[in-house]
């Protein structure tokens, strides 16, 4: 692993990587040196799924290692600190990070945490951070998460989801454009301000459209963010007059109607992180109220990582199930959490949340510079550098909860467990499919910022950053018949994953040299493979060995389901030692009609000589086709209405949808349309034709909508819209309200009795009170 993801990396030395193994034989586990430690019971399913970790962290190229509780000495804090000092202080590479892989307990399967310690506010609280701290300065020196499996189930449930998740990235751009911020206003706090600083930089740095859900917990929202002290300075460094992501005042949040259903609905249709600020228990939030029994209602395909910066929620000391591991343990819900242990405190716990998206997104506060910047969104380090932000933050007035709140807040999940916040690319990867037995160094090539790890039977044998130019990396010699896996990580980008086959150096040796698309003659000539496309792959094939293969052959096989091979052979002939014959046109394939955008088809090729020596190489086809998503509905009522951007009853409006093409590749034929059930709503043109929607464009389509004039007020109507091209297809679930309920004061000399109406004291919605009243 690399400078920028250890905490210490001042102290880190050279690294060697003593790594040989013969083919087959897989080493026993690393307990030593190693950047990442990961603690399991000694119980064989704990020690299965940790090493599963193991190894795909070793692939990644981040050094790791599974020690049980019983080889560092017994599940017992002293053991556990004296274990994890020693390794900090005394290892040549002192560990990074620790994953505490059980849940909390004293016997069994599960590791124990701190001693129970008096809490300023209530009771008692346990803290790994009293691990995590070595130099006994309260803030964490090793990253610290924690997985609380207590069975096989949640093993299964709980590691799966992190190789699942890292493997197979969510393809939903709604999943990404959609993350959700959930808060509840109280006016003398700054759950407010945390929520919609966080929701502003989503949408105006990072061009999202954030979902809200929010409720009132005391208080009317106004004209002034907070009674709180210092907020004055908090809306000047986050507002107009600073970053720009809340306006002045608080006027722009009018839908107070956040409750468990429209989270629920928010997460099921995609949304790859949710932010709660507000009060909580060991169950669940506060406002909006939702708890562990509205979980049951998510069935999410594709995973949300959750900040729950609120007291309580994250008590995994607790008899039973806490809200946290509710939302973790089970399949679906979520890919991991923040919470808190105990009853946590206002002021730093916002100035903590900013703190941990300053190391998500160091954008976020552009002057400022993180503790332990990383590559990767990797909230285990957002969580302890929000701490290292906290302390030296002069915003909140109660500097005396500072102390208590490094210890209350934990990770739930993988320590490098990567959350995906854009839509992943494909990586340019280059490097040889084989490698010469007894060769120190392998070549690679690939995007600059890239982590690259090569491994063989799951230990790591060297690592590097790519740069976008080739990188030679110095390896361990391997054995004839070893299979090496090149495996390359970036933030937002598909997992690179290829095998090198180790070869012997005598003889010839046929591969792969490389492999062009040639789409000229029945594609659309843009040398790429598109979806419902035939083309030819033009292979060139080298003979890397040491003599001549006379009359090499080769056959191109695949099982991919996308992808339908019409030509499957091709003839080389004689090729010398270090030679490089070309296979123009050498294949004949098609691609189908449905393949996802940017879809990874693997081929293999099998060549042969007359001498019945046989060679196999790997080749990879990234596929283009077109993405649709849907942005939000624009309702244009100027030509039929009252020109407020609504829908009111009697008004004739023009709908405004934006379809989107995502994807790598044009998307012909494209159609949308809008349709309700909705008594009250007439759809004057139900369809709209865009025709071609190209790669990366936006096409308005636009809708005639009428609303009875006897429309109830606030009534709510809902509108389904589907953009479709060919077997591509984008929905959404528009709900709008029709007209607005009226409000009166009270003050007033007549009073016209309406059941939908809104009735306040001479206030108003927004307490407007006079200077004389």
């Known amino acids: 692993m690399l400078h920028d993801l250890i905490l210490n990396h001042d102290m880190l030395p050279k690294r060697t990587f003593n790594t040989r193994s013969p083919s087959g034989q897989t080493k026993q586990r690393a307990v030593e040196n190693v950047e990442y430690i990961i603690i399991v019971p000694d119980d064989p399913d704990f020690i299965a799924w940790g090493d599963s970790l193991r190894v795909f962290r070793n692939q990644q190229g981040i050094s790791t290692g599974v020690v049980t509780t019983t080889e560092i000495g ?10 994890v000092n020693d390794a900090y202080y005394n290892w040549e590479t002192p560990p990074a990070a620790v994953l505490l892989l059980a849940d909390y307990g004293n016997s069994g399967s ?16 346990i803290s790994d951070n009293y691990f995590a701290d070595v130099d006994e300065d309260d803030l964490p020196d090793i990253v610290f998460s924690r997985i609380t499996a207590q069975n096989e189930t949640d093993l299964e449930n709980t590691v799966k989801k992190i190789l699942d998740y890292e493997r197979h990235p969510p393809t939903n751009p709604d999943y990404y454009n ?17 929520s919609e600083i966080i929701n502003g930089f989503w949408e105006h740095v990072l061009g999202k459209q954030p979902v809200r859900e929010n409720a009132i917990y005391s208080g009317t929202p106004g004209d002034v963010w907070s009674t709180a002290e210092n907020t004055e300075t908090i809306v000047d460094y986050f507002g107009p007059n600073g970053l720009g992501y809340i306006p002045e005042t608080p006027e722009h949040l009018t839908d107070w109607g956040g409750n468990a259903t429209r989270i629920n609905n928010d997460i099921n249709s995609g949304a790859f992180m949710v932010q709660h600020r507000d009060h909580g228990s060991e169950t669940g939030w506060g406002e909006p109220d939702y708890d562990i029994n509205d979980l049951n209602d998510l069935d999410n395909n594709d995973l949300t990582f959750v900040f729950s910066v609120n007291c309580l929620t994250g008590k995994f000391n607790m ?3 806490c809200f946290v591991e509710a939302f973790h343990r089970r399949a679906k819900r979520a890919l991991g959490l923040i919470g808190a242990t105990q009853v946590s405190y206002s002021f730093v716990n916002d100035t903590y949340n900013w703190g941990m998206y300053d190391n998500l997104w160091p954008e976020f506060m552009p002057d400022e510079t993180t503790t332990f910047p990383t590559r990767f969104i990797l909230p285990s380090y957002g969580n302890a550098a929000g701490k290292y932000f906290l302390q030296a933050s002069d915003w909140p007035y109660n500097t005396e909860d500072k102390e208590i709140t490094y210890y209350l807040f934990h990770h739930h999940g993988g320590a490098y467990s990567m959350v995906y916040s854009e839509m992943p690319q494909n990586l340019t990867v280059s490097h040889d499919s084989q490698l010469q037995a007894g060769e120190t160094t392998f070549t690679v090539t690939a995007d600059e910022g890239s982590l690259i790890g090569l491994s063989v039977n799951g230990e790591l044998i060297g690592s590097a950053d790519g740069t976008g130019e080739p990188v030679a990396i110095e390896i361990e010699p391997q054995d004839p018949g070893a299979v090496m896996l090149v495996t390359v ?8 994953s290829s095998e090198v086959e180790v070869v012997n150096a005598d003889g010839p040796h046929i591969t792969v040299d490389s492999y062009t698309v040639d789409d000229s003659e029945s594609g659309n000539n843009n040398q790429e493979a598109d979806f419902n496309e035939s083309f030819y792959l033009n292979v060139n094939a080298k003979n890397i060995g040491s003599e001549t293969a006379f009359g090499v052959h080769a056959v191109l096989t695949t099982t991919d389901a996308y992808l339908t091979v019409s030509d499957s052979t091709h003839f080389y002939g004689d090729i010398a030692t270090d030679q490089v014959v070309a296979g123009d046109t050498a294949f004949y394939l098609q691609a189908a009609d449905d393949v996802p955008d940017q879809h990874s088809a693997s ?8 001498q019945g020596g046989e060679w196999n190489s790997t080749l990879s086809l990234i596929i283009n086709a077109p993405a649709l998503a849907v942005e939000d509905l624009q309702i244009d009522d100027s030509a039929g209405g009252n020109n407020d951007g609504d829908l009111d009853e009697g ?7 934006p379809a989107v093409n995502n994807g790598h590749a044009d998307a012909p034929n494209t159609e949308a349309t809008l349709t309700t059930e909705s008594p009250y709503l007439t759809i004057e043109n139900s369809s709209y034709t865009v025709g071609t929607l190209a790669a990366g464009d936006t096409a308005n389509t636009v809708f005639t909508v009428t609303a009875d004039p006897e429309t109830p007020a606030s009534t709510e109507a809902q509108l389904t819209y589907t953009v479709t091209s060919g077997a591509y297809t984008a929905q959404r679930i528009f709900t709008i309200l029709i007209g607005e309920r009226p409000v009166y004061l009270m003050s007033n ?3 016209t009795l309406d059941d939908d109406a809104f009735f306040y004291d001479s206030g108003g919605k927004d307490n407007d009170y006079g200077t004389s009243e």
């Open 110 to 125: 599960t590791i124990t945490s701190s001693p129970e310690e008096p809490h300023p506010y209530s009771g008692t609280y």
């Open 319 to 321: 008899d039973g199930e």
């Open 603 to 610: 081929c293999n090729v099998r060549f042969s000589d007359s």
């Open 74 to 83: 017994g599940n017992t804090f002293e053991a556990i600190e004296s274990y």
């Open 489 to 496: 990580t970036k933030q937002n980008y598909y997992r690179y």
């Open 178 to 194: 959609h993350p959700v911020t959930a808060m509840g206003w109280q006016t003398e706090r700054w759950f407010q301000l945390c």
């Open 651 to 657: 008004e004739t409006a023009s709908f405004i949808i």
């Open 749 to 751: 000399e007549t009073i």
